[in-house]
């Protein structure tokens, strides 16, 4: 079997980002603060959040304009460094 390389991502491009967390009062806006510091505003309508069966925890995916690698890397690490984002896809 052959090794294939993951397919490429041309640059800009939408790009969804799922965060999951706990549910809190204020995790949609922190989560929002972090992207907005690396891609600029955004809308309400590029934000779906969506709680867990027992709402313990939520999912906010977050569409933004990507521009590169580096700048998805420092949006993983700002988030991870929030201390209230578990995970990031």
């Given amino acids: 079997m052959s090794h294939q ?5 041309e640059f800009p ?3 969804p980002i799922k965060v999951l967390g706990r549910q809190s009062v ?6 929002v603060d972090v992207m907005e510091r690396h891609a600029g505003p955004i809308h309400d309508s590029s ?4 709680p867990s069966g027992k ?10 304009v ?6 998805l ?3 993983h ?13």
């Fill in 55 to 64: 709402g313990t925890f939520v999912s906010i995916t977050v569409t933004i």
């Fill in 13 to 15: 491009c939408d790009y």
């Fill in 26 to 31: 204020d995790f949609r806006a922190v989560v």
């Fill in 47 to 50: 934000v779906k959040e969506r």
């Fill in 5 to 9: 390389d993951p397919p490429k991502i």
């Fill in 66 to 71: 990507a521009t590169g690698k580096d700048q």
């Fill in 77 to 89: 690490a700002d988030l991870m460094a929030t201390g209230c984002v578990q995970m990031v896809l």
């Fill in 73 to 75: 890397d420092a949006i």
